[in-house]
């Protein structure tokens, strides 16, 4: 009887003590302590680099990155909120301003070269995204009860977005040393008889990409992000369809728009047969092919902690990692 006893009393205790490091290792893992810190904001800085008809690699255009230019890289920043919906998955809404940039004059292609269009626009954008976070950060140890340290947990998480939003750009050239806004110029006939209509400056678009990011600790972290955002209009460099008859524009909106309609260096082989490639009607871009660009930048997060936990069975010292009963 005695040994039986004592055999059901070891074998509670090893079953108490496997059950409470159980509990003490899932705490950090599947509890509600993330929603402790669930509000974020960034801060990012970094480059934008422009995919449509302008510049762009030394051969015919191509859709997504394999047309791209990094010698018009220009500089990009963003500020945004997040807010966790489940410890893998959260909302963020964001406001960016980056500068776009191409230049026919960086390619050899032939048509692109003897175009010779270039432009530069503001970009002012601002979204809803939704962010999967396939690993997250894990702040602490596993066991990281007090008096108890075990493994800690991994300090790098990696997410994927996708979101809906809009964007203001405004495309401009160079006449004269003097950047010009080319809308009002209607360079490709917009707004004007026989020509298409005018666009807007402001479009939609589908952000999408992938980010890394390493704690510092518990309230700071460092990333990385990519962001390729599709647009829905042919406008941002102020070139899609075809070119306007040049003496029609030029009594319209005056020299500066002719000539910026059409400021080809004349060259090429098609005008050794006696061919001209920018006459009107002739090809100035595609409307088929809609604008996008990519934004590469470096962040920091900080999370806006929430110092009390919502239960009544404990409370989170937030600052220390530990729980007391």
């Not at 191509?62 to 500089?75: A, G, I």
């Not at 406001?95 to 503001?122: I, K, M, P």
């Not at 939003?165 to 026989?194: C, H, I, M």
Request: charged fraction near 25%.
């Amino acid at each position: 009887m005695m040994r039986s006893l004592l055999r059901n009393i070891l074998l509670f205790s090893v079953f108490s003590v496997v059950v409470t490091d159980e509990v003490g290792a899932q705490y950090f893992r599947q509890s509600s302590y993330w929603k402790t810190h669930r509000r974020e904001v960034s801060f990012g800085f970094g480059m934008s680099n422009f995919l449509g008809e302008l510049g762009g690699r030394n051969q015919i255009g191509s859709p997504f990155v394999w047309d791209l230019e990094l010698s018009q890289t220009r500089p990009a920043m963003h500020v945004d909120y997040r807010y966790y919906l489940t410890r893998k998955m959260a909302i963020r809404g964001r406001a960016t301003y980056g500068v776009l940039a191409g230049n026919d004059n960086l390619t050899t292609e032939e048509f692109r070269q003897n175009r010779n269009l270039s432009f530069r626009s503001d970009v002012y954008e601002v979204y809803l995204a939704y962010e999967f976070h396939l690993f997250s950060e894990e702040l602490g140890h596993i066991y990281d009860l007090r008096g108890v340290q075990g493994t800690k947990g991994s300090r790098v998480g990696f997410y994927t977005f996708i979101g809906v939003g809009g964007f203001y750009f405004d495309p401009r050239a160079q006449f004269e040393n003097t950047w010009v806004r080319l809308k009002p110029l209607s360079t490709e006939g917009q707004g004007l008889p026989g020509g298409p209509e005018e666009y807007d400056n402001y479009s939609l678009c589908v952000p999408m990409g992938v980010g890394l990011r390493k704690a510092l600790n518990k309230t700071l972290s460092v990333g990385v992000e990519l962001q390729y955002t599709k647009t829905f209009t042919d406008y941002v460099d102020d070139v899609s369809t075809e070119y306007f008859d040049p003496e029609v524009l030029q009594a319209a909106r005056g020299d500066m728009a002719a000539y910026l309609s059409d400021p080809s260096l004349r060259v090429g082989r098609l005008y050794q047969f006696g061919l001209n490639p920018t006459a009107p009607g002739q090809q100035r871009g595609d409307p088929e092919d809609l604008d996008a660009y990519l934004f590469l930048k470096f962040q920091v997060h900080y999370k806006l902690i929430k110092y009390k936990s919502g239960s009544k069975k404990y409370r989170t010292r937030i600052r220390r990692q530990k729980i007391v009963f």
